[in-house]
Nanobody
Framework: QVKLVESGGGLVQAGGSLRLSCAAS????????LGWYRQAPGKREFVAAM??????KYADAVKGRFTISRDNANNMMYLQMNSLKPEDTAVYYC???????????WGQGTQVTVSS
């Protein structure tokens, strides 16, 4: 079993930055990737994923603005979000599973709101 807990969401103005964190516990080694998805009203989409050895994948909508990173020693994952846009507003979920689209386990989500 894998448990994922997100933190770091909040309200930010357009152009600003936020850093999301995900604390992972349980059988993390059984899954080769951690990732981020987001859910806006009527739409769920992939954001980014990263394997244990550092291979990354990003959605086109966030390339160049968001950076995913991992601290394998402490079972942590991060999403640095820069140049935020109102369309980035969503609940962001930490996930674990198989690269490139890890979806086997989900956290409870953290709200990110970007005001214009």
């Amino acid at each position: 079993q894998v448990k994922l807990v997100e933190s770091g969401g909040g309200l930010v103005q357009a152009g600003g930055s936020l850093r999301l964190s995900c604390a992972a516990s349980g059988s993390i080694s059984s899954k080769n990737a951690l990732g981020w998805y987001r859910q806006a009203p009527g739409k769920r989409e992939f954001v980014a994923a990263m394997t244990r050895d550092g291979t990354t994948k990003y959605a086109d909508a966030v390339k160049g603005r968001f950076t995913i990173s991992r601290d394998n020693a402490n079972n942590m994952m991060y999403l640095q979000m820069n140049s935020l846009k109102p369309e980035d507003t969503a609940v962001y979920y930490c996930t674990a599973g198989w690269y490139p689209l890890p979806t086997d386990y989900w956290g409870q989500g953290t709200q990110v709101t970007v005001s214009s």
